[in-house]
Nanobody, 115 residues
Framework: QVQLVESGGGLVQPGGSLRLSCAASGRMSEINAAAWYRQAPGKQRELVAVIPRGLSTHYGGFVKGRFTISRDNVKNTVYLQMNSLKPEDTATYYC?????????WGQGTQVTVSS
């Protein structure tokens, strides 16, 4: 059974930084892409960043150079470095792994940006 364990969320002041991690474990096919999504209360889930197997990253329009997604293929871990955080970045962040035959979601980690 595949498990995605997210960590790194928390409370941070505006302008601060957080690094989210998502560790995948269990038997699964080759990972094609890894991504982070987020969902704020009352809003739809939206793509934050995605890193395909080819390592050409893509970011949501609101990121504007503040976040960086990366992956460690040996550890089956994907990271999201978030800098210059704003109150509007407050949301639950979800890790998403797409393999050749399935798609997996993490349980979500809360990020709150507030003074």
């Amino acid at each position: 059974q595949v498990q995605l364990v997210e960590s790194g969320g928390g409370l941070v002041q505006p302008g601060g930084s957080l690094r989210l991690s998502c560790a995948a474990s269990g038997r699964m096919s080759e990972i094609n892409a890894a991504a982070w999504y987020r969902q704020a209360p009352g809003k739809q889930r939206e793509l934050v960043a995605v890193i395909p197997r080819g390592l050409s990253t893509h970011y949501g329009g609101f990121v504007k150079g503040r976040f960086t997604i990366s992956r460690d293929n040996v550890k089956n871990t994907v990271y999201l470095q978030m800098n210059s955080l704003k109150p509007e970045d407050t949301a639950t962040y979800y890790c998403n792994i797409v393999t050749t035959d399935n798609r997996y979601w993490g349980q979500g980690t809360q990020v709150t940006v507030s003074s």
